[in-house]
């Protein structure tokens, strides 16, 4: 059970194997019943107001909501939201996962998929949309319902990220990320389907190659989605909704306030 997980415990070992051979992992309980029950809350009074600070990446009935119904940045509207984008616990598993000295937050988002004319999470690999010069970036995707392919849960490619970085894939009119992998090692990879239990999470890589399917259920399918970067992780001048008008400098560590350290060793 990892919703004891404190920043003194350590992951097992295969949790650790696992992702660094693969560059993902699911990792089972990392909410107890109640915090399920508290995030869910606050994630749907957040959902639901119209104030905040967050970013609403399209409205209903617009091509990108069909794929999800996303905020960006939830944490700067609710402090319940920010109670668990900022919680070591997480943060602290990243580090382990990464074998890396500090984590910071990038930005966090609420991921939803909407019932009706729901669309696919074609495959993309996320490092290509985010300012960063250095690898490493993951993100972990804690569930706060059941998913299966019926409802959006996602596949991976294990052992993708060694194709490295791509172009970005546009989420509402995709490329063919396969038409890299042809030649190489991964070209006839099988996918890895990651069904879980609300509450459950998993981590991904920056670089890992992956997907979510539609949601052809009558309910929503809610995720809260916390994306972490390595203490040192440099700015590199790429356009970005997070880091657009905050004055960095190309090549400058991303830190500060907005980007605080949530784990260190
Ligand atoms: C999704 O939740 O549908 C996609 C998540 C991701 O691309 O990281
Ligand atoms: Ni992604």
Request: net charge negative; hydrophobic share 35%; with cysteine.
């Amino acid at each position: 059970m990892y919703d004891t997980f404190e920043p003194k415990s350590l992951l097992p070992q295969e949790k650790v194997e696992f992702y660094r051979k693969n560059g993902f992992v699911q990792i089972h309980n990392v909410l107890t019943a109640d915090e399920l029950e508290e995030l869910r809350d606050y994630m749907d009074e957040a959902m639901n107001s119209a104030q905040g600070m967050s970013t609403q990446t399209d409205q209903k009935g617009g091509s990108y909501y069909r794929v999800l119904n996303q905020r960006v940045n939830i944490w700067r509207d609710h402090a319940g939201m920010a109670k668990y984008t900022a919680h070591s616990r997480f943060a602290e598993m990243a580090r382990q996962l990464v074998g890396t000295s500090g984590i910071r937050l990038f930005h966090d988002h609420a991921l939803l998929k909407m019932p009706g004319d729901s669309k696919p999470t074609p495959w993309h690999q996320d490092l290509t949309y985010w300012p960063m010069n250095e690898t490493g970036a993951l993100s972990i995707w804690i569930t706060l319902d059941d998913v299966d392919e019926r409802n959006g849960c996602m596949m991976f490619i294990p052992g993708s990220r060694s194709i490295g970085k791509l172009n970005p894939i546009s989420l509402v009119d995709p490329q063919d990320i396969f038409e890299y992998t042809k030649g190489t090692e991964h070209e006839h990879t099988k996918p890895v389907i990651v069904r879980m239990k609300a509450g459950s999470c998993t981590f991904h890589d920056g670089l890992t190659f992956h997907y979510a399917h539609a949601n052809v259920t009558d309910n929503q399918r809610r995720v809260l989605a916390i994306i972490y970067m390595t203490d040192g992780t440099t700015y590199s001048g790429k356009s970005h909704t997070i880091t657009n008008g905050l004055g960095l400098a190309v090549g400058e560590p991303i830190r500060g306030g907005l980007f605080p350290l949530l784990a260190r060793a």
